[in-house]
């Protein structure tokens, strides 16, 4: 067991908590608001097909890319530190971002933004670790930081329509500005520094080698959810295979490597992981489906579709909350199989959906998001913990390079598959308005209404299809997850950190 020896946690942690779920919650706000600020900033700026996909890409691609590197540089040069650095970076460019009067300012906004927003995640993660030693609290303080993100990604079509409706599109960047001052005053005083002892230097050549590796890969599983399966696609799977073999080479050659490969010696890490990132491939697909047929399918506006996604959210948040208290009591493997279990049972209910089923699509989300809450706080937890305190910076990050993988997996196959099928099910459609088969975007600007009903019908059938798979999938997960988490013991006791 590598943790130190555990101290309750006072009023001043739980402070620092309040603190360090701002950056938290931001992050996941600026994921989707921008979502709705497109078309507005798209007729302002005149941006091409290529240079709206970077508008909305460069952001999640660097912070994936750069997760690692910081998490690592944080626990050398100090967490609190780079949190600061960060947060400041990511306020100033946010009034950039803003006020930007070009595509090509605004892509380079959001590619600093991506690269401030990588080291606030694993920053805020693991000084969450140093302040809460003992395992009881901080299994509560993850699950409340694990329920921070979803919730900032579901307050943005709220906060963003609000905005949008009174102010410009830029108003959607500047929203980062208070917190970021928030945390910049109050950091100081209630956060605590911590530099992990004779950390080495920082290896340039792992850094270009990590970012070889997933930038690749999340370019390939993005762009299949788009275009498809093709070369390219294909060329960058291997590519970014190829260079994540030589990463791992080089990480087991190093004195100072920026990931310890050691780490996945640990039967918890390593299953922790794996739990992560499976389940959140089923939430991240459905998700971004669920999304869409409240906007598409039932013809919703993104504040009233955000509306609907709040009980899901609660559910979330109290699975989250809930989770590390049963897990004093009931063994963690246990309950991630239960929690997985409930979800399939939500995805059986998104495969019986029809159009108009809106209640029916929120109560079978809102069972997938109570699993999202529990495997995303104990998961989360069980990965940090499993790490010495030196090194939690780098399992922080790990964590959080897996659910992004995860996410963006769960979009490109799923997203792919519902394609398919809502393309099979589609009727014959005139020359003029098979763009339709792309995608049901648009489709209420050129169809008919009887087409138009065909299409959405089209569409729930693959959003049925898909759910189905991915119950199927979730079930056989959670199954696992009680055979490979057995070994972990109840919070508290000496076999739950055990690495």
């Known amino acids: 067991m590598h943790t130190p020896v555990a101290h309750r946690a006072g ?44 508008i909305m890409d460069a952001y999640g691609f660097l912070i994936a890319g750069l997760l690692i590197t910081m998490g690592t540089l944080g626990d050398r040069i100090g967490r609190r ?47 969450i670790s140093t302040m809460f030693t003992d395992a009881r609290q901080r299994a509560v303080a ?9 919730l900032g990604m579901a307050a943005g ?26 945390l910049l005053l109050t950091a100081p005083m209630v956060l605590p520094e911590y530099r992990a002892p004779g950390g080495g230097r920082l290896d340039l050549r792992s850094v270009v080698l990590s970012l070889a590796a997933i930038l690749p890969l999340i370019y390939a599983v993005k762009h299949t959810a788009e275009a498809g399966l093709d070369p390219g696609a294909v060329v960058s799977l291997l590519l970014g295979a190829v260079f994540a073999v030589v990463f791992v080479r080089r990480q087991r050659e190093l004195a100072d490597p920026l990931l310890d490969m050691s780490l996945f010696r640990s039967r918890t890490f390593s299953a922790a992981l794996g739990v992560l990132l499976f389940g959140l491939v089923g939430v991240g697909g459905v ?74 699509v929120v109560a079978g989300f809102g069972l997938v998001y109570l699993g999202l809450g529990a495997i995303a706080a104990l998961g989360t937890d069980l990965v940090v913990g499993a790490a010495p305190p030196e ?30 099928i809502y393309r099979s099910q589609l009727p014959d459609l ?14 209420e600007a050129v169809l008919p209404g009887d087409l138009l009903r065909q299409a959405r ?38 076999g739950y950190d055990e690495r």
């Not at 993850?142 to 979803?150: K, L």
């Not at 090194?391 to 394609?419: D, I, N, P, R």
Request: proline share 6%; glycine share 10%.
């Open 287 to 360: 998700m971004f489906l669920v999304t869409q047929y409240l906007q598409l399918v039932e013809g919703l506006s993104p504040f009233a579709a955000g509306l609907w996604m709040g009980p899901p959210a609660l559910m979330m948040f109290l699975a989250a909350l809930a989770a590390p208290l049963i897990a004093r009591w009931v063994r963690p493997g246990v309950i991630v199989a239960a929690t997985l279990a409930l979800s399939a049972a939500g995805y059986v209910l998104l495969s019986l959906v029809d159009p108009g089923d809106t209640r029916l």
């Open 430 to 443: 005139p020359p003029g308005l098979a763009v339709v088969e792309d995608g049901l975007a648009g489709a």
């Open 81 to 127: 530190k780079l949190l600061m650095i960060g947060a400041a970076c990511f306020g100033a460019v946010s009034v950039v971002a803003a006020f930007a009067t070009s595509a090509e300012l605004l892509i380079a906004a959001r590619a600093a933004l991506g690269i401030a927003g990588a080291t606030l995640m694993p920053s805020t993660l693991s000084l």
């Open 457 to 494: 019908e089209a569409f729930t059938a693959g959003l049925n299809a898909t759910a189905l798979v991915t119950g199927i999938g979730v079930l056989a997960l959670a199954v696992v997850s009680a055979t490979v988490l057995r070994h972990i013991g109840t919070i508290g006791d000496d």
């Open 391 to 420: 090194k939690s910076g780098s399992a922080a990050a790990l964590s959080e390079t897996v659910q992004e993988l995860g996410l963006a997996v769960g979009v490109a196959v799923l997203g792919s598959l519902t394609s398919v």
């Open 142 to 150: 993850i699950g409340v930081w694990a329920t921070m993100f979803a």
């Open 11 to 54: 009023p001043r942690e739980w402070t620092g908590l309040a603190i360090l779920a701002l950056p938290t919650a931001l992050l996941g706000l600026d994921v989707s608001v921008l979502y709705l600020a497109l078309p507005a900033l798209s007729a302002d700026l005149q941006p091409t097909a290529s240079q709206a996909l970077w």
């Open 157 to 182: 079509p709220l906060v963003g329509g609000v905005l949008l409706d009174h102010f410009w599109w830029g108003s959607a960047f500047l929203v980062a500005v208070p917190p970021v001052g928030v």
